[in-house]
C-alpha cells in the first residue's frame, strides 16, 4: 500500500514538472516572438532564434495573423511555437526547443524507476530493525510473565532504563504482580485459617457424637454442647459466605438514616444518636457492620459500651483493654486474636471485623481504631 501510495505520488510529481516546463518554453518563445516584432519595428534585426515570413509566406501552422499580444495556441507540434504580425503585414515565427525538457524528464525517470523500490527496501529494512528494537523489552515481558506461574508469584519483569512508555508497562506489570501476589498470600492464609477454625468445632463434636454412640457421658449434656458446636460451625460458614459475596459483587445503595439503623442494633448499650444523619449505602450490610462493631465491644469492654453518630462518623467505644497501635491493622485481617484481648471461648467466629472492613471498603468509607476516652478502644467508620 505504502508503494503504490508513493508510486501515485512521483507519477503526479513528474507530470505536474512536465507541465511545468512546457509552460515555461511557451513563455520563453512568446517572449522571443514579441523581442523581434519590436525590433523589426524599430528598424533592428531581430534575434537570429526568431523566423520572420514576408506577407505572402504562409506561417508554419499554428499562425495568429490578428494584431493581438503573442498567442499560446493549441498545437499538436512536439516544440512550443508563437507567432506574432507586424506592422508591415510580416509575421514573426518563435520556436522553443524542447530537447532539454525532455532529457530531464528522461532523466528523471531513470533515477526514480530504480530508486523508488531501493528507497522503499531501505526504509522498510530500517522500519524492521526500528520495530524490533523497541519490542524486544515487550518480548522479555511476555517472555517473563509467561515463565510465572502460581508458586513463583516473586518473580518480577525487567524494566528497561528508557523511560519511555514500555518502561512503564514494565512498572506497571510490577505493580499488578505485586498486588496479585498480595492477593493469592492473603487467600491461602485466609484458607489455612478457616480450615483451622472449623477443625475446632468438628473435631469437639465428632468427640461427642462417639461418646454418646457407644452410651458413654451425659446425653443431654453432650446434645447440648453439640448444639452450640454446630451452631458455631453454622455461624463460621455464614461468616464466610458472607465475605465471599462481598469481595465478589457491588452493593444495593439507598439512603440510609445511620442513627436509626444504630438504635435498632445496638439495644442495650449507651447511644449518642444525632438525629436525621443519612448516608449512601446499603441498609442490610451497615446494619450488619453496626451490630460487628457492638457484638466485638460487648466481648471486650469491661462494663460500658457507647455508639455514637455524628454526621458522616459512626464510632463504637468501650472500656475494655484496648488494642495497641502496632496491632490496629492486623485486627481487621480474618481470625487474627490478640493474646491478651481474644480467645476462641469468646464466642466469635474472629471474622467480625474483617467482615466490618470488606463492608467499609465495598461503601467506599474508612475504617480505623484509635483510644476511646472510655480506656478501651473506638472503631470510627467515616463517610468524609
Excluded: Y
Excluded at 512568446?30 to 525590433?39: C, F, G, L
Excluded at 455514637?308 to 472500656?319: M, Y
Aim: charged share 25%.
Amino acid at each position: 500500500m505504502v508503494a503504490v501510495a508513493l508510486g501515485v505520488c512521483l507519477t503526479a510529481l513528474v507530470l505536474a514538472l512536465r507541465s511545468s516546463l512546457l509552460d515555461a518554453a511557451q513563455d520563453e518563445a512568446a517572449a522571443r516572438a514579441e523581442n523581434a516584432k519590436i525590433a523589426i519595428e524599430q528598424g533592428r534585426r531581430p534575434d537570429s532564434q526568431v523566423t520572420v515570413l514576408p506577407p505572402t509566406t504562409p506561417a508554419p501552422s499554428p499562425v495568429t495573423t490578428s494584431m493581438a499580444p503573442p498567442q499560446r495556441p493549441v498545437t499538436t507540434s512536439p516544440q512550443p511555437t508563437v507567432t506574432v504580425p507586424v506592422s508591415d503585414g510580416r509575421v514573426v515565427v518563435a520556436q522553443v526547443e524542447t530537447k532539454q525538457v525532455k532529457r530531464a524528464l528522461d532523466t528523471l525517470w531513470t533515477l526514480l524507476v530504480p530508486g523508488i523500490p531501493l528507497v522503499l527496501g531501505i526504509v522498510g529494512l530500517a522500519t524492521w530493525i526500528a520495530v524490533g528494537r523497541a519490542l524486544r523489552p515487550v518480548e522479555a515481558i511476555r517472555a517473563e510473565v509467561a515463565e510465572i506461574a502460581g508458586h513463583d508469584l516473586g518473580r518480577r519483569v525487567p524494566v528497561p532504563g528508557s523511560g519511555d512508555e514500555i518502561a512503564r508497562l514494565a512498572t506497571t506489570m510490577n505493580a499488578t504482580l505485586d498486588r496479585l501476589e498480595h492477593a493469592v498470600v492473603r487467600n491461602r492464609r485466609f484458607v489455612a485459617d478457616a480450615s483451622h477454625e472449623l477443625r475446632s468445632p468438628i473435631a469437639a463434636l465428632r468427640t461427642q457424637l462417639e461418646l454418646a454412640a457407644h452410651g458413654q457421658g451425659d446425653w443431654s449434656r453432650d446434645a447440648h454442647a453439640a448444639l452450640a458446636d454446630t451452631e458455631r460451625l453454622q455461624a463460621l460458614a455464614d461468616d464466610l459466605l458472607l465475605l465471599a459475596r462481598m469481595r465478589d459483587g457491588g452493593i444495593h445503595r439507598e439512603q440510609v438514616d445511620l442513627g436509626q439503623l444504630a438504635i435498632e442494633e445496638a439495644r442495650g448499650v449507651r447511644l449518642d444518636i444525632r438525629p436525621d444523619v443519612l448516608v449512601d449505602g446499603s441498609a442490610r450490610h451497615l446494619s450488619r457492620l453496626v451490630r460487628n462493631l457492638v457484638q466485638n465491644a460487648r466481648r471486650h469492654a469491661g462494663s460500658t459500651v457507647l455508639v455514637r453518630v455524628r454526621p458522616g462518623v459512626l464510632e463504637v467505644h468501650d472500656d475494655g483493654p484496648g488494642i495497641p497501635p502496632a496491632d490496629r491493622a492486623r485486627v481487621f485481617e480474618p481470625f487474627t486474636r490478640l493474646d491478651d484481648a481474644r480467645t476462641r471461648d469468646d464466642g466469635g467466629t474472629g471474622l467480625g471485623l474483617a467482615i466490618v472492613r470488606d463492608i467499609a471498603v465495598a461503601h467506599g468509607v474508612t475504617v480505623r481504631v484509635a483510644d476511646s476516652p472510655l480506656g478501651g478502644a473506638v472503631v470510627i467508620v467515616s463517610w468524609t
